[in-house]
């Protein structure tokens, strides 16, 4: 039998709910008809009984609809979306907060103990300037770091005064590194010797009452001053070892710098640093190099020298002599290694116009130059010997003296015991 039989035979039935009661609805009786002579009156409230239809499988059937439920879903899954991003992004930006203050906080600790270990650097150099055996040291600090140095080392007078007379120190805003550089004798009087070798001809060219004459008596020597510089919209300080300054500039026109721990590519950089930030005012710097010459004696020396360029625009920087041996390493002078220079060195092309062709020039022979090395390296070690012997003389007053700070942290660390 199919399917459509089956619903077609049998009996059917209908179920009528009353809309008025709040009881559950029951099975309708079936209802009497009326009579043709009675008149038609309003709808009844039960619906009339109506046969369905025959079921036909072929017919589609009708399609549920959904806005009534999704549209409160919908509504409601909106609103907590929108919560959650709220929350969300309250705690993200918490969050962030956090991190950047944590950052702040950690950037300062970390600048406060570098500060406090360069400055605690400077005070071993004080007690002992032998302290780790090297001349130069490199510390890497920021602007505000530096300028918390600074501040720190004004509160003690007495290290002031030591940073300022007894170091060099120069910062770089561009790299933020703080040089310190130990003076040693070798340092000082080999730049000392050079010194009065060009005040002497200096004073050979100004006897005389003619314009070149007064422009030789004009130039003025100096030691290590502190020299200002405008590097990258910053301002720099710098202490050449030698200057010379004419007596109308603000800035020296010659500077020589005395490389006892300095590389010359630390010196080629300073030495680009004098003119573009004099802007050309500092128009030579001249090198002479004695590395290999310290601690021992007797090696080879070098010098070098750099110009400034008018003739290209921007100024530039040239490299007249790099790195010229006047010394070998059997400790004799060098043949046609001398070292030269004129007024057009000292003072700018206005001033020297007139006098372009009978510009005086200072030359130091390389066995000059050898000589006063020699000297330097003689006085350097008569004071070595001296300080052995004050040394040697504490020792024998004192046999058992109090440790140093780095033998004492060495003894407070014990060495591991194996033991079976």
Known sequence: MHVSDYFVQTDPIT?????????????????????????????????????????????????????????????????????????????????????VANAIDYHTRTSKSKVTKVKKYIKRLRDDPQLDGKLLSKRRLN?????????????????????????????????????????????????????????????????????????????????ASNLFLEILGKIDEKQPDKSFTYIDCVHPGLIIEISVSQSVTDVQKKAKAYIHGTKGQTRTVINIDSNSTYPKKGGPATFSIWRADFSQNPLDVVESVISQEFRDRNGQPVSNADLRFSLSDFVSDEELLP???????????????????????????????????VREDCKQNNPNPSPRRSERIRNMVKKPSYKV
């Open 15 to 99: 179920v009528s709910f009353n809309q008025t009661s709040s009881k559950p609805a029951q099975p309708a009786l079936p209802t009497p008809t009326l009579p043709p002579s009675a008149p038609s009156g309003p709808a009844l409230s039960e619906p009339a009984i109506s046969t369905p239809a025959p079921f036909d499988p072929d017919t589609a059937l009708p399609a549920i609809s959904k806005i009534a439920r999704s549209e409160p879903i919908a509504t409601q899954s909106t609103s907590r979306d929108s919560e959650f991003n709220k929350t969300s992004l309250v705690r993200g930006f918490v969050d962030f907060l956090s991190t």
């Open 143 to 223: 602007e505000f770091e530096y300028q918390q140095l600074l501040d720190r080392i004004a509160e003690d007078p007495e290290l002031q005064s030591f940073f300022d007379k007894k170091l060099r120190h120069e910062y770089s805003h561009e790299d933020h590194v703080l040089v310190v550089r130990m003076l040693s004798t070798l340092h000082e009087a080999l730049g000392d010797r050079i010194q009065r070798k060009i005040f002497s001809w200096l004073d050979s060219q100004s006897s005389g009452s003619n314009q070149l004459a007064n422009i030789a008596k004009g130039i003025q020597g100096s030691g």
């Open 355 to 389: 006098f372009r062709e009978d510009i005086p020039e200072f030359v130091l022979t390389s066995q000059v130059l050898c000589e006063v090395l020699k000297d330097a390296e003689e006085m350097e070690q008569r004071r070595d010997d001296a300080k052995k012997k």
